[in-house]
């Protein structure tokens, strides 16, 4: 098994129109062919922490049952998606807006939204805990800065061409590692996915556990592999952008959207 627990389909009748409403947005946005800039995936990124707060909310049941499926694993992704396509229409073909900016200013006004929803769930439940989350947020900046100069120093080349999507890979992988480190080795938590487990399992037998946890070794492994990702999607960027862009900012995704989520979901419930 690779999928992570607690991932299940929603029932028929949340799935079914969920699923046509995404392709049709899909249609309408290849119909559109729109602009895979680098500064469009960038205008992305507030939406993969829309749909991880979402999620974070779903799971502590402040979410209406009426609408709760649309917000579990993987129908979130799906949500997000189709409310993103649907603003990013909406900038092409009414607002005549910069599609990039319109969509980072929508996503930023709903992630000021949902977290400040999350944080009040935290606040008047069971009380907010942002010590732990306030750290693992620094130690993923510097930990992506890090990267980012060594990625200048030793392959330039890399850096100029995966630009900024190569600065939100990084940053997205050591989010979702550190705050996963901080939340086995600090809150007592529980790795979901099976793979991410093992490598946890793995270091449980090491003679470091009992020393510095056994966080450490999955950090490094996701840094790793999100490193060599960024340097192998360089020329692939280069030759075909759009595509390119789009793929690296889809692995972007998969570590900020779970990273995003690990620090709200700790700030509200410890």
């Known amino acids: 098994m690779v999928l992570p627990e607690g991932f299940a389909l929603p029932p028929l009748a949340y799935l079914l129109p969920l699923l046509l409403a995404v392709g049709l947005v899909g249609w309408l946005l290849r119909r559109a062919e729109p602009t895979v800039s680098e500064r469009t995936v960038v205008a992305f990124a507030p939406w993969m922490v829309v749909g991880a707060g979402l999620h974070a909310l779903y799971q502590v049941r402040a979410i209406s049952e009426s609408v709760a499926p649309l917000f579990g694993t993987p129908s979130v992704y799906l949500t997000t998606f189709v409310v993103a396509g649907v603003v990013w229409l909406v900038a092409i073909h009414l607002l005549r807006a910069p599609a990039p900016r319109a969509l980072a200013s929508a996503g930023t006004a709903g992630v000021v939204l949902v977290v400040a929803a999350a944080l009040w769930y ?75 487990r093992a490598i946890l399992e793995f270091a449980e037998v090491l003679p470091t556990a009992d020393v510095i946890g056994v966080g450490w070794l999955f950090v490094l492994v996701k840094l790793a592999i999100a490193e060599f990702v960024v340097l192998l999607f360089a020329d692939y960027v280069a030759e075909e952008p759009t595509e390119g862009y789009l793929l690296l900012g889809v692995v972007a995704a998969v570590g900020l959207g779970p990273g995003a989520h690990n620090l709200l979901l700790f700030a509200i419930t410890g």
């Open 122 to 196: 935290g606040f008047t439940h069971a009380g907010l805990r942002l010590f732990w989350p306030f750290v693992g947020l620094v130690v993923a900046v510097l930990l992506t800065g890090a990267l980012w100069i060594a990625t200048q120093w030793f392959y330039p080349d890399v850096a100029v061409i995966t630009g900024a999507v190569g600065v939100l890979t990084l940053f997205g992988h050591a989010l979702d590692s550190v705050s996963t480190a901080i939340g086995i080795d600090m809150l007592n938590a529980t790795e979901r996915t099976p793979i991410s």
